[in-house]
C-alpha cells in the first residue's frame, strides 16, 4: 500500500479546516469570518444541489418576476437568492447584504447584526441556467469599522477594501475558488463527505495566455482600443500564434478557466452599453480581487479595477482581467488612445 498517498488521501483540508488555519495566524480574530464563510459554503451546497435537480425538481425557467436590472427573474435566481439571504443573516455576523437581485440593499436588524457587510450575486450566469451550462454564485466582502452603525457607504468601498472573495462554480464538479487575501484556493465538492476539500492550492494564473473570451456579437459596437485588441488575439502581427476564443456566458465558468489556463476575459462598454453590462460591486470586484491575488490584472479600460469606488449598489463598469502580460496589452492600446 502507498502508505504516502493513503496518509494524503485521508488528510482532508476542507474549507473549515483551511479557514481555522489562517484565522490561527490572527490571535485577535473571534472566529467570525470562519463562522459567515461556513454559512456561505452551506448556501453554495445547496444551490448546487438545487442546480443539479433543477430539471427533476421543476426549478427549469422563469418565476414570473423582474430584477432590478430589468432581467426577467428564473426560479433558481429567486430560490438561491432566498437561500443566501436567509443563510447570511442567519450567520449572526452580517450587517449589509448587496445582492444582484434585490434592488435595495438589505440592513439586517440589530439584535442578528454582525460586522461583515456580504456583496452577491446567487446564481450568475442565468443565460445559461436551462441548458444545463455551468453557473455559478459571486460574493465579496466587507467590514465596518468597529462600533460604526451600518451605513451603505460601507459597501460603497473601493473593491481594494475587500477582505475576501470568492465564486462558486456549479459545473461538471462544484469547485468553490476563496482568496482572504494571501492568495488564491480552490475547494471541490465531495459530494459523498458533504465537504469541500482543497484541490487547486496555491492557485497562480499563467504570465500570459492563448485563449481570449468575450462576446464577439457586440463587436460592431466596440471602441477602438477593443476592436484592435481582438484583431490583435486573431492576426497577430508578431508571428506568434493566434488566441483561441472560448466564451460559455456565464462569468464565473469563462474567469475560472481564465484563471486555471491564462489568458484575457473582457466584458467592454460598447456604444449598446456605455458602461459595459457586469456589476461592480457583486461581480467585477470579486473577480478583480481574486485575479491579483492570482498574480493576474484587472483594468476598467481607464483604471485598475479595484480602485473605483461606486456611487451605487447595481453600477456597472467596462472590465478586462486575466494574465498580466495579456491585460498589460491592452492598457497599452487605451494608453496610446489617449495620447
Ligand atoms: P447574470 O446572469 O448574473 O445577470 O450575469 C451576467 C452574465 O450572465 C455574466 O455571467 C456573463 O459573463 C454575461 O452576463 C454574459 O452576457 P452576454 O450574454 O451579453 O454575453
Known amino acids: 500500500m502507498d502508505h504516502a498517498a493513503e496518509a494524503h488521501r485521508t488528510d482532508l483540508m476542507t474549507i473549515t479546516r483551511y479557514v481555522l488555519n489562517e484565522q490561527s495566524k490572527h490571535p485577535e480574530s473571534r472566529g467570525d469570518f470562519t463562522i459567515l464563510l461556513n454559512h456561505i459554503v452551506l448556501g453554495c451546497k445547496f444551490v448546487c444541489s438545487a442546480v443539479n435537480k433543477a430539471g427533476l425538481a421543476k426549478l427549469i425557467g422563469l ?16 430560490l438561491s437568492n432566498e437561500v443566501f439571504i436567509k443563510a447570511l443573516v442567519s450567520s449572526g455576523r452580517t450587517c449589509i447584504l448587496v445582492s444582484e437581485e434585490d434592488e435595495e440593499a438589505t440592513f439586517v436588524e440589530p439584535s442578528k447584526r454582525g460586522r461583515y457587510c456580504v456583496v452577491f450575486d446567487p446564481l450568475d450566469g442565468s443565460s445559461n441556467i ?18 460604526g452603525e451600518p451605513k451603505l457607504e460601507d459597501v460603497l468601498q473601493p473593491g481594494k477594501n475587500m477582505l475576501a472573495a470568492g465564486y462558486c462554480m456549479y ?51 466596440w471602441d477602438g482600443p477593443t476592436a484592435k485588441y481582438v484583431e490583435k488575439c486573431k492576426f497577430p502581427k508578431d508571428g506568434s500564434p493566434a488566441k483561441s476564443l472560448r466564451y460559455i456566458g456565464s462569468m464565473v465558468a469563462d474567469v475560472h478557466r481564465t484563471l486555471l489556463y491564462g489568458g484575457i476575459f473582457l466584458y467592454p462598454a460598447d456604444k449598446k452599453s456605455p458602461n459595459g453590462k457586469l456589476r461592480v460591486l457583486y461581480e467585477v470586484f470579486p473577480m478583480s480581487f481574486l485575479m491579483e491575488e492570482a498574480g ?4 476598467t479600460g481607464k483604471q485598475r479595477a479595484l480602485d473605483l469606488v461606486p456611487k451605487q449598489i447595481h453600477e456597472r463598469s467596462p472590465i478586462f482581467l486575466g494574465s498580466y502580460d495579456d491585460v498589460e496589452e491592452i492598457k497599452a492600446l487605451y494608453a496610446a488612445e489617449e495620447q
Not at 63 to 78: C, F, I, S
Not at 171 to 198: A, K, Q, R, Y
Not at 296 to 299: D, L
Request: charged letters at 20%; a negative charge.
Open 63 to 78: 418565476a414570473g418576476e423582474t430584477n432590478v436590472q430589468g432581467e426577467e427573474q428564473k426560479k433558481l435566481d429567486v
Open 130 to 147: 436551462d441548458c444545463g451550462v455551468s453557473i455559478g454564485t459571486i460574493f465579496g466582502i466587507y467590514m465596518i469599522k468597529e462600533g
Open 171 to 221: 459545473g461538471s464538479s462544484c469547485t468553490l475558488v476563496l482568496s482572504t487575501g494571501s492568495g488564491v484556493n480552490g475547494f471541490t465538492l465531495d459530494p459523498s463527505l458533504g465537504e469541500f476539500i482543497l484541490t487547486h492550492p496555491d492557485i497562480k494564473i499563467p504570465k500570459k495566455g492563448k485563449k481570449y473570451s468575450v462576446n464577439e456579437g457586440n463587436a460592431k459596437n
Open 296 to 299: 493576474g490584472q484587472a483594468f
